[in-house]
């Protein structure tokens, strides 16, 4: 059975940091793109980064310079490493095999002064 556990979500303060976490159990991780998405109130879930089998990476425009993914396939798990934290990054933050239709629980991440 495929599970997605995605931790690391919280509050912060504009210009802060948070790291997610996301452990992925019942696939072979290291074979798989992993990416992570985002959704906020009113808005249609979006991908902010993914990081293929081999390491390459891809960030949105949106987030590019501030956000950063890695994984550790070692440990079957992909990070997400946010820096300088806006309001409009409030949201709820899924990781998910790109390749594969399951979706963990989601984090929620809220930024907030």
């Known amino acids: 059975q495929v599970q997605l556990v995605e931790s690391g979500g919280g509050l912060a303060q504009p210009g802060g940091s948070l790291r997610l976490s996301c452990a992925a159990s019942g696939i072979i991780f290291s074979s798989y793109a992993m990416g992570w998405y985002r959704q906020a109130p009113g808005k249609q879930r979006e991908l902010v980064a993914f990081?293929?089998?081999?390491?390459?990476?891809n960030i949105a425009d949106s987030v590019k310079g501030r956000f950063a993914i890695s994984r550790d396939n070692a440990k079957n798990t992909v990070y997400l490493q946010m820096n300088n934290l806006k309001p409009e990054d409030t949201a709820v933050y899924y990781c998910k095999a790109l390749d594969l239709a399951y979706w963990g629980q989601g984090t929620q991440v809220t930024v907030s002064s």
């Open positions: 990081v293929h089998s081999g390491g390459f990476t």
